[in-house]
């Protein structure tokens, strides 16, 4: 099997140097609470750097994105070992913004970067 070691390091390094500061917030389902007849929400914070960017015409056409979404590109192995899903949300620019639809770009099965859909959800 490969190694993308370096590759995900690049990514890491890019991303870090061009993009901005943003909060990833993974939420998961926790133990059920008899109480409230619910499951607890766990949640997990990592500041990390993202690139904000617009899908492209091509992703659009496929489905993939929504022409009125954005993307924030992130890289692997800055969130976790968790791969980024709808549950999830980030905040940046005093905005929580839900995680749509995540293409994973991860040869060999190790994350270089994530392509996340994101759309506002309103002010924090």
């Known amino acids: 099997m490969a190694d993308y070691t ?37 949640k997990a914070r990592y500041e990390t750097h993202a690139v904000r ?14 022409a009125t ?3 924030l590109l992130i890289a692997g192995g800055t969130i976790g070992n968790k791969r980024p899903d709808t549950t999830d949300y980030v905040e940046f620019g005093g905005h929580k913004w839900d995680v749509g639809n995540v293409v994973t770009v991860a040869p060999a ?16």
């Open 6 to 42: 370096e590759q995900i390091t690049a990514a890491q390094t890019a991303i870090r140097e061009k993009g901005m500061a943003v909060t990833f917030v993974a939420v998961e389902k926790g133990e059920y609470d008899p109480v409230s007849g619910g499951y607890v929400e766990i």
């Open 53 to 66: 960017t617009k899908p492209s015409a091509v992703d659009i056409e496929a489905g993939i994105y929504t």
């Open 69 to 71: 979404s954005d993307l």
């Open 109 to 124: 099965e190790q994350d270089i970067l994530y392509k996340v859909e994101i759309k506002d959800a309103g002010t924090l």
